[in-house]
């Protein structure tokens, strides 16, 4: 996965500088699946980003496969929030693991500011996203000045990341908020074997979205992102990817 990541990151990085410039982010940004329609209604104007809409109904429909395994595998943020979140580790900056129902229930967070960035965007007509996003500003930062404004939102991102792994991801991304929606009717899911788990809760440390997988038999959290972690966590293989419906009825016969 680690390989498939920066490969993914080196592209995003390459592409954007190389065919739009160093401004550019926004044209392979998977948000335009939201943002463009948008603004195509309050400007009447035509489509733009074709790229950017087309990754983002990719990660869409593969939602419908594995949950947010566009988050999981190829989103370059996704990877520099992990790198952050194993970094504050390692620095033993990292906030105590946050408890179960508390994060599940702050992804809420995330769809207020889905919604908050459409009608801002709805009013104002321009890029509201662009003010905080970190991957416009990692490649835009060498060729415009950040407002003091943004930089301090930025740094809020930095610190969030390195305090709870991929929180930026949890709690914030609007896109990572859409794909969670349809994330817990994709077709594969994790799946916990009972007779062969000990609760160990090696694959709840294993998690980068602070799932706890002991709670469940097959994770239904709108936080998972299909990275797989917990199934190579697991010393007993009591994880394994498996059809939700085969699932449901495995638990219906028991």
């Known amino acids: ?8 990151a080196i592209s995003f990085l390459v592409l954007v500088i190389s065919i739009w410039g160093f401004a550019g982010a926004h044209n ?67 906030a105590k693991r946050v408890p179960h129902r508390l994060n599940e229930k702050m992804r809420i967070f995330s769809y207020g500011v889905l919604i908050v960035i459409v009608l801002a965007t709805a009013v104002k007509g321009s890029l509201v996203c662009q003010t905080a996003c970190p991957a416009f500003w990692i490649c835009a930062v060498w060729k415009i000045s950040i407002p003091v ?75 998972c992102i299909g990275c797989g972690d917990c199934v190579k966590s697991c010393p007993r293989n009591a994880l394994e990817w498996a059809s939700r419906k085969s699932s449901a009825d495995l638990k219906l016969n028991n």
Request: charged share 10%; hydrophobic share 50%; net charge positive.
């Open 28 to 94: 392979l940004c998977p948000w335009a699946i939201i943002e463009v329609p948008t603004l195509m209604l309050r400007l009447g104007s035509g489509l733009f980003f074709l790229w950017g809409i087309l990754i983002g109904l990719a990660g869409l429909v593969f939602t419908f496969v594995y949950p947010r395994i566009f988050c999981g595998w190829v989103c370059p943020l996704g990877t520099m929030f992990d790198f952050l979140g194993n970094l504050g580790a390692k620095l033993h900056i990292n």
């Open 149 to 223: 404004g943004t930089a301090i939102i930025l740094l809020l991102w930095l610190a969030l990341s390195l305090r709870v792994k991929r929180g930026f991801c949890r709690y914030v991304c609007p896109y990572g908020a859409l794909l969670g929606t349809f994330g817990p009717i994709s077709h594969y899911a994790i799946v916990r074997n009972l007779e062969v788990c000990n609760n160990c809760n090696l694959c709840v440390f294993a998690c980068p979205m602070g799932i706890d997988l002991t709670q469940t038999l097959v994770v239904k959290s709108a936080h």
């Open 1 to 8: 996965r680690s390989v498939v990541q920066i490969l993914s």
